[in-house]
């Protein structure tokens, strides 16, 4: 099955060197790109993307907002891409807004090229790509912050089992779905089991969306 793509960037040069080197991938199609984040969600709805390359910092329309009105669309718009932020410095400010917008995840520009074919095919596939320095920042914003757990969340939380919480805390400590087998003594195979009824009892998108409601809803603190 090939992966639909579209980029959005402000860089033509960035534009083209992505689009070049994704369409050269077998199972990857380059169906359109976007200078702006307001053009960005026009050619996602008319192209239906798979995913969707989405610089942070943009005239017109920063990624941020054109990231929350892809993955929040208007009434009668069922298309709902996965999103991959792009962004320069691993610290910015948009990493946890965009996450709590719906993103899958971050990849900073100057990653070596396997990684950015590697991050299309990941976040295509329905999972989170978030990076070590990502997920220290996410961290440490929670460590400054202290925000007070949020009582809905925590009732949602309230209708796993005591093996889905396991695992759902697990994943918020950035462990993969091996070394959370490791962790738990259980098959690799029955994590993921365990990880797709999370995400489904609590409507989440994906691990980076866990990752976030785990903290939020009081589940993990930062220091534990």
């Not at 070049?20 to 050619?43: C, H, R, T, W």
């Amino acid at each position: 099955m090939t992966i639909r793509v579209i980029i959005v960037d402000d860089q033509a040069m960035v534009r083209a060197g992505f689009a070049a080197l994704l369409s050269a991938q077998s199972d990857i199609d380059v169906v359109g790109e976007a200078p702006d984040g307001k053009q960005g969600v026009d050619v996602s709805r008319s192209t239906h993307p798979d995913v969707v390359l989405m610089d942070v910092r943009m005239p017109e329309m920063d990624g941020l907002e054109a990231a929350r009105r892809i993955l929040d669309p208007p009434v009668g718009v069922v298309h709902r891409p996965k999103v991959l932020m792009l962004t320069t410095f691993d610290v910015d400010d948009y990493v946890y807004e965009a996450l709590r917008a719906g993103a899958s995840g971050f990849l900073l520009k100057d990653a070596p090229p396997a990684d950015l074919i590697s991050a299309v095919r990941v976040v295509a596939a329905g999972e989170a790509l978030l990076a070590p320095s990502v997920t220290r920042r996410l961290i440490a914003d929670f460590a400054r912050q202290r925000p007070a757990p949020r009582k809905n969340l925590a009732t949602r939380r309230s209708g796993l089992t005591p093996r889905e919480t396991e695992v759902l805390e697990l994943i918020a400590r950035g462990l993969s779905n091996q070394e959370i087998a490791e962790s738990l003594v259980l098959a690799e195979q029955t994590v993921k089991t365990h990880i797709g009824r999370v995400l489904a009892k609590l409507g989440l998108r994906d691990r980076a969306q866990a990752v976030i409601f785990a903290y939020e809803s009081g589940l993990v603190t930062p220091g534990q």
